[in-house]
């Protein structure tokens, strides 16, 4: 029985054995799948990471786009506000050239009455000229009588 029981004994620590290494070999496997894990779990942090940078870089860029195009549309204000003056420049540059365009038209009036009075101011010291020689003549003639 004894030697029964010491066969036992090295078949069950054989197997204990077997079941050590197993175990071991297990405990190894796991530890690597852990270091694994691991590795993996670092990978998807650093991915985060690039990812969270990547999203505020989106952001900024998203926000930079915004601003130009605020700037876009200040600037086509502006453009609208200008091109309003010029149109109204326009009307007033079309006013003062139909102004100038009057002042020349009296101008040349004036040009023309100032001829009309020097021709009658001529005719009258012509008139008044032989009102004198009349005068004179008569003086003249009432001298003789």
Known sequence: ELEALGEQLDVCQQEMQQKDEKLSAQAAELEQQRSEVQRV??????????????????????A????????????????????????????????????????????L???????????????????TKELDDLRVGAEDFAQLG
Do not use: P
């Not at 690039?50 to 998203?62: P, Y």
């Open 64 to 107: 930079e786009i915004e601003a130009r195009g605020d700037c876009e549309q200040g600037l086509l204000a502006q453009v609208h506000a200008l091109e309003a003056k010029m149109s109204g420049l326009e009307g007033v540059r079309e006013e003062l050239l139909d102004a100038m365009r009057h002042m020349a038209e009296q101008d």
């Open 109 to 127: 009036e004036m040009d023309v009455r100032a001829h009309e009075l020097e021709q009658a101011r001529l005719l009258v010291d012509e008139q």
């Open 41 to 62: 779990q670092e990978l998807g942090q650093q991915k985060a990471a690039i990812v969270e940078a990547q999203a505020l870089q989106v952001e900024e860029l998203r």
